[in-house]
């Protein structure tokens, strides 16, 4: 069988024989257990600003004692004393071994035929993880510091972490080797504690609106409510064709059918499509209807949301933010514009699509942008419009702005407008809402006409079987819970990671996501 590279490494011929070693002590490299009593961070607000005493005072005991756990990462000899510092989650603090009064668990000086200390020096490497037993000193510098009394060793590394001066700088190490680049970054570390807060914070606003949270199928065996080319799998025990799911409407739909008014759900989904610096094939996505709402109640919560999330975490709906080159105050304060497609094309583009024929549109994608011609071929009227709009309006939409009333080509699942002329002109009730040219959030007024419904999806189903790949199929089972009464009801989504690249001041998705996809490591064996 091939090794992995690393065994090769010296260092992991070093650690391993140090390993070795240690055992042969009757030390226990791996202890199944530690209780630590204080993080680096909490001795420090505790007791930074306390007179604990001294060196001497340390020594006798005199002074507070703790316990803490952590990883090695730097460490110095001085003659009777070592001085290093240990790492946890929180932070850092110093400790100080002694010669004299420094105990190592495990170890035996007369079997050992060492000190303690020179035990620690010669068998324990940085990155190795430590429990460390003493009481509190503050250095003639004035250095808050443990005086170990008691190191326990609690977990012998073979490999090394990365170099102290040069840190981890290549970026696909990060995101390939997440757990070194949380390590080495205490910027990476808060930025992923700070999705979580923010995911607490999305579930307290939905939760403070009578929200219920529910969980749906990931594997189905009809996928949609999205545009997506689904990712295909296999069900040994049914000997049936599974799909990973592209969407989470279809299954919380048939909850607002069976009575449940205000639902969401957050949860992977999986797109088998391409990779940028906004997209990664799964993702985190929220989709959430409430009964009785339409797109108009949809873009006040959802703008009430993004204010109330900036204000939570950083106290300003202002955030600044690097786009390109330029720094950008983002004001999420509500409300936020609002303008249909239409008049967004008339605004940011000079283009008025009433004045245009088919033909006329084609020939404007056509000259002026790099648009693939066979995605023209065959379009209507309405994807004519939606593409004159994703290429010379998206980049204008650097504030907040609701974009309303689409053409019913973009989406199957949207009711058809309430005006009498828009909805002659095939404009449904549906808007995305755009933050720095980037799409955050879809929303509709829900499709709950059955027979309309049947009438789009089966368009679909005829594109899916003409090769369409993003098309969906038909799905009997979603038009016959629609039979049985969905009410008036408003639906929404939104990329959970693109709204954190927000909050973060990121610029992608994979600074966000604690493992994005990434191609086979060619050096793993």
Known sequence: MNLPHYHSQEDFQVRTKKLEEIRSLGIDPYPPKYSPTHSAKKIIETFGHQTVGHSDDAASGSTPSVKVGGRLVLFREMGKNA?????????????????????????????????????????????????????????????????????????????????????????????????????????????????????????????????????????????????????????????????????????LKKLSVGGLEKVYEIGKVFRNEGLDRTHNPEFTMLEGYVAYWDYNDVMRFIENLFEHLAITLFGSTKLSIEKEGTTHIIDLKTPWTRMTMKES?????????????????????????????????????????????????????????????????????????????????????????????????NAYSELNDPELQRKLLEQQSEKKLAGDEEASPLDEEFIEAICQGLPPTGGFGFGIDRLIMLLTKVHSIRDVLYFPLMKPDENIS
């Open 83 to 251: 001085f290093g510092h240990i790492q946890d989650e929180s932070g850092r603090i110093q400790i100080m071994c002694n010669r004299d009064l420094t105990t190592v668990e495990g170890f035996d000086s007369e079997k050992g035929g060492m000190t303690p200390l020179k035990f620690i020096e010669k068998k324990i490497d940085l990155g190795d993880i430590v429990g460390i037993e003493g009481n509190l000193f503050h250095t003639q510098k004035g250095e808050l510091t443990i005086f170990v009394k008691r190191l326990t060793l609690l977990c012998k590394t073979l490999l090394p972490l990365p170099e102290k001066h040069s840190g981890l700088c290549d970026k696909e190490i990060c995101y390939r080797k997440r757990w070194l680049d949380l390590l080495s970054h205490k910027d990476v570390q808060e930025r992923f504690v700070l999705r979580s807060k923010i995911l607490k914070e999305i579930r307290h606003y939905f939760e403070n609106d009578g929200f219920i949270e529910v969980e749906t199928p990931i594997l189905q065996s009809i996928y949609g409510g999205a545009q997506a080319k689904p990712f295909v799998t296999h069900l040994n025990a049914l000997h049936q064709e599974m799909f990973l799911r592209i969407a989470l409407e279809i299954p």
């Open 345 to 441: 094309l008339k605004t940011y583009a000079k283009i008025d699509v009433d004045t245009l024929n088919e033909e006329e549109m084609k020939k404007i994608l056509l000259e002026q942008t790099p648009i693939d011609p066979k995605s023209l071929k065959n379009a209507p009227r309405g994807m004519l419009i939606a593409h004159l709009f994703a290429e010379f309006v998206e980049s204008h939409l650097i504030q907040p702005h609701h974009i309303i009333d689409h053409p019913i080509e973009t989406t199957p699942l949207c009711k058809l407008h309430r005006d009498p002329e828009s909805r002659k002109e095939g404009i449904v009730e549906r808007f995305e809402s755009f933050i720095l040219g980037f799409e955050f959030v």
